[in-house]
T-cell receptor, first 113, second 113 residues
Framework: ETGVTQTPRHLVMGMTNKKSLKCEQHLGHNAMYWYKQSAKKPLELMFVYNFKEQTENNSVPSRFSPECPNSSHLFLHLHTLQPEDSALYLC????????????FGSGTRLTVV | GNSVTQMEGPVTLSEEAFLTINCTYTATGYPSLFWYVQYPGEGLQLLLKATKADDKGSNKGFEATYRKETTSFHLEKGSVQVSDSAVYFCALSSPNRDDKIIFGKGTRLHILP
């Protein structure tokens, strides 16, 4: 596989469930990102990881918990979400210092019921 | 701080019409500029980029020229197709900000057959 792969593509979960989103990149990049895309809102950067270390957390509620075990994998653990958390969650990766931009995955469409 | 402003959508055109989506930016230093496209149900894909003044990025019939004097990077296509219907994001990355990418709010494009 090449590029950035996100699983699952679609997820429906109740407000009391715990689930995880997975992102994997096969590009040898050293930075990974989680974005939230809600209808009629700008892209929201949630978390940034460089060389597995979290370098940015944009005031994201603690019900979202990221994990980056190595530079190729990124997870977003979800628990006790709210209906307003329903959105498309996008993962991206980049090679910092190259100026080539980000490569995005296809996203996970999350619905909280 | 760095920012990107792009025209509000949606933009609706007939097939074979000429397309312009305006984008202007504010940045310190010499940013790289990008256009990303998001097709329905997908993540963002890099459409084209330019890394220095007067560079022209091009791909799939789309073009954009890096204009430092007007701080603009307008997207153009001479003859649009129904398959170009998507959301288009203008973006910049600044080498003195670890290549962090700033996205515009996106412009939705509808092409009518």
């Amino acid at each position: 596989e090449t590029g950035v792969t996100q699983t699952p593509r679609h997820l429906v979960m109740g407000m009391t469930n715990k689930k995880s989103l997975k992102c994997e990149q096969h590009l040898g990049h050293n930075a990974m990102y989680w974005y939230k895309q809600s209808a009629k809102k700008p892209l929201e950067l949630m978390f940034v990881y460089n060389f597995k270390e979290q370098t940015e957390n944009n005031s994201v509620p603690s019900r979202f918990s990221p994990e980056c075990p190595n530079s190729s994998h990124l997870f977003l653990h979800l628990h006790t979400l709210q209906p307003e958390d329903s959105a498309l969650y996008l993962c991206a990766s980049s090679q910092e210092g190259q100026g080539w931009g980000y490569t995005f995955g296809s996203g996970t469409r999350l619905t909280v019921v | 701080g760095n920012s990107v402003t792009q025209m509000e959508g949606p933009v609706t055109l007939s097939e074979e019409a000429f397309l312009t989506i305006n984008c202007t930016y504010t940045a310190t230093g010499y940013p790289s500029l990008f256009w990303y496209v998001q097709y329905p149900g997908e993540g963002l894909q890099l459409l084209l980029k330019a890394t220095k003044a007067d560079d022209k990025g091009s791909n799939k019939g789309f073009e954009a020229t890096y204009r430092k004097e007007t701080t603009s990077f307008h997207l153009e296509k001479g003859s649009v197709q129904v398959s170009d219907s998507a959301v288009y994001f203008c973006a910049l990355s600044s080498p003195n900000r670890d290549d962090k990418i700033i996205f515009g709010k996106g412009t939705r494009l509808h092409i009518l057959p």
